[in-house]
């Protein structure tokens, strides 16, 4: 098995190369550098994008692909894998999630807006909540407004015990 993966402002990366090096695999960049041979068995790791997995389906079609893991900026939970599933093609294969980040600065202004839009409707739900708003609900709307990375080792945890298995 080997790992590829896409990334737009580094957080899937940075995973991408953590697992490769704490399972020693290989671990390639879709469309950059060498590329591993059609038909290999792969992980596929790609940012998420309105419920898209990036490069995912691009991915599908080259390789052996054994399990998928979409990075987002959303808390982990029941839900995203659920959305996860219903929205891309994932073929019935294992798939994982993983809390990135967010970097306002990295992305073009029209991918700024769209955030933005999620950014403006979160501030207006705790505006109307007024003092009964919690600190997780105020750090959510901070990381939303300035950027922020959940990226942490840790979080590898159940990929590594299902990579361990194959
Ligand atoms: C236009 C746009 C749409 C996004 N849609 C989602 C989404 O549906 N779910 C989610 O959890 N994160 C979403 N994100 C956040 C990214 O998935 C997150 O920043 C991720 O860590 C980026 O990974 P990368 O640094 O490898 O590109 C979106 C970001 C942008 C710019």
Same mark, same amino acid.
């Given at each position: 098995?080997?790992? !590829?993966?896409?990334?737009?402002?580094?957080?899937?990366?940075?995973?991408?190369?953590?697992? %490769?090096? %704490?399972?020693?695999?290989?671990?390639?960049?879709?469309?950059?550098?060498?590329?591993?041979? %059609?038909?290999?068995?792969?992980?596929?790791?790609?940012?998420?994008?309105?419920?898209?997995?990036?490069?995912?389906?691009?991915?599908?079609?080259?390789?052996?692909?054994?399990?998928?893991?979409?990075?987002?900026?959303?808390?982990?939970?029941?839900?995203?894998?659920? @959305?996860?599933?219903?929205?891309?093609?994932?073929?019935?294969?294992?798939?994982?999630?993983?809390?990135?980040?967010?970097?306002?600065?990295?992305?073009?202004?029209?991918?700024?807006?769209?955030?933005?839009? !999620?950014?403006?409707? @979160?501030?207006?739900?705790?505006?109307?909540?007024?003092?009964?708003?919690?600190?997780?609900?105020?750090?959510?709307?901070?990381?939303?407004?300035?950027?922020?990375?959940?990226?942490?080792?840790?979080?590898? %945890?159940?990929?590594?015990?299902?990579?361990?298995?194959?």
């Amino acid at each position: 098995m080997v790992i !590829v993966y896409q990334s737009n402002t580094g957080f899937t990366r940075e995973y991408a190369q953590m697992l %490769a090096k %704490a399972e020693k695999l290989k671990c390639y960049e879709q469309g950059e550098g060498p590329q591993p041979l %059609a038909g290999e068995e792969v992980f596929y790791m790609g940012p998420l994008m309105a419920g898209h997995i990036t490069g995912l389906d691009q991915a599908m079609k080259r390789y052996a692909v054994k399990g998928i893991c979409g990075v987002g900026m959303s808390p982990p939970g029941e839900q995203v894998l659920g @959305t996860m599933a219903k929205t891309n093609y994932t073929n019935n294969l294992p798939v994982f999630y993983l809390q990135g980040g967010w970097a306002p600065k990295k992305v073009g202004w029209l991918k700024r807006r769209m955030v933005g839009m !999620v950014t403006r409707s @979160t501030r207006k739900a705790l505006q109307e909540k007024g003092s009964r708003r919690t600190p997780e609900e105020e750090r959510a709307l901070s990381f939303l407004v300035r950027g922020g990375s959940y990226v942490a080792y840790e979080n590898l %945890a159940l990929i590594q015990n299902w990579l361990r298995q194959q």
